[in-house]
C-alpha cells in the first residue's frame, strides 16, 4: 500500500502562473516531509524540507504541513518555464535521529507554459 | 550540482546477465541510499549504509540484488542474474545525516535497461 499519496498526477500553468501539489500521508510515523524536484535526466535535488506545522517560505517556493492530518502542499508563485519538472514529495520516520529511509509519493509532473 | 558521482550513467544487459552500478558519495557523507525508479516514476528503497554498515534493506530480490559501500572504494550494486523487470533507474543518494543537516543528496542515476 502507498504510504505517501500525492497530487495531482499532471499540472500545467501558465508562465507566471500558480502552481500546487499535494501529498498525504497515511502512516503516522511519517511526519518529516521534503520535496524534491526532478529535471529529465537528472536525479532529484531537494527543495526544501518542512518538519512543523505551518508554512514555510524560501524564495517562490512556499510548503504548508498539517501534521494532525499529515497533509503536505508546495506552491510555486510566478511560475517559470524551467520549473518544469516532476515534483515528489517525501516523507520519513525521524528527521535527525535515525538514518530512515525517504519514502517518496508518486509524483507530479509540471509542465509551464510559455 | 550534485557531488554523488554514479557510473556508468547508462547499462544495457541481456536477461541472465550481470549488472553492475557504481557510487561516490559525497565527501564526509556516512549514509549512502540506494533506490530504483522504474518507468512510471515509483520510488523504491533498497538498501542503506553508514560507512560500511548496512542499517534497512529490502529483501534483495530473491537475493539476486548484493550491494556494498567498502572503505575507500565506490559503494556499489550488483545484479547477478538481471531480468526485464529490473530495466529502471537506479538512484544513490547520501547524507550527511547530522543534526544540522539531513538532505539527502542524489547522483545522476544509472538507467539499465535489460533486453
Known amino acids: 500500500q502507498q504510504k505517501v499519496q500525492q497530487s495531482p498526477e499532471s499540472l500545467s500553468v501558465p508562465e507566471g502562473g500558480m502552481a500546487s501539489f499535494n501529498c498525504t500521508s497515511s502512516?503516522?510515523?511519517?511526519?518529516y516531509f521534503w520535496w524534491y524536484r526532478q529535471h529529465s535526466g537528472e536525479g532529484p535535488k531537494a527543495l526544501m524540507s518542512i518538519f512543523s506545522d505551518g508554512d514555510k517560505k524560501e524564495g517562490r517556493f512556499t510548503a504548508h504541513l498539517n501534521k494532525a492530518s499529515l497533509h503536505v502542499s508546495l506552491h510555486i508563485r510566478d511560475s517559470q518555464p524551467s520549473d518544469s519538472a516532476l515534483y515528489f514529495c517525501a516523507a520519513s520516520e525521524i528527521a535527525s535521529s535515525s538514518f530512515s529511509k525517504l519514502v517518496f509519493g508518486q509524483g507530479t509532473s509540471l509542465s509551464v507554459v510559455p | 550540482n550534485s557531488k554523488v558521482i554514479q557510473t556508468p550513467r547508462y547499462l544495457v544487459k541481456g536477461q541472465g546477465q550481470k549488472a553492475k552500478m557504481r557510487c561516490i558519495p559525497e565527501?564526509?557523507?556516512?549514509?549512502v541510499f540506494w533506490y530504483q525508479q522504474n518507468k512510471n516514476n515509483e520510488f523504491k528503497f533498497l538498501i542503506n549504509?553508514?560507512?560500511?554498515?548496512?542499517?534497512?534493506q529490502i529483501d534483495m530480490t530473491e537475493k539476486r540484488f548484493s550491494a556494498e559501500c567498502p572503505s575507500n572504494s565506490p559503494c556499489s550494486l550488483e545484479i547477478q542474474s538481471s531480468e526485464a523487470g529490473d530495466s529502471a533507474l537506479y538512484l544513490c543518494?547520501?547524507?550527511?545525516?547530522?543534526?544540522?543537516?539531513?538532505?539527502?543528496?542524489f547522483g545522476k542515476g544509472t538507467r539499465l535497461t535489460v533486453v
Open positions: 549504509f553508514q560507512n560500511q554498515e548496512v542499517l534497512q
Open positions: 502512516d503516522r510515523n511519517f511526519q
Open positions: 543518494a547520501s547524507s550527511p545525516w547530522d543534526r544540522a543537516n539531513t538532505e539527502v543528496f
Open positions: 565527501k564526509g557523507h556516512p549514509v
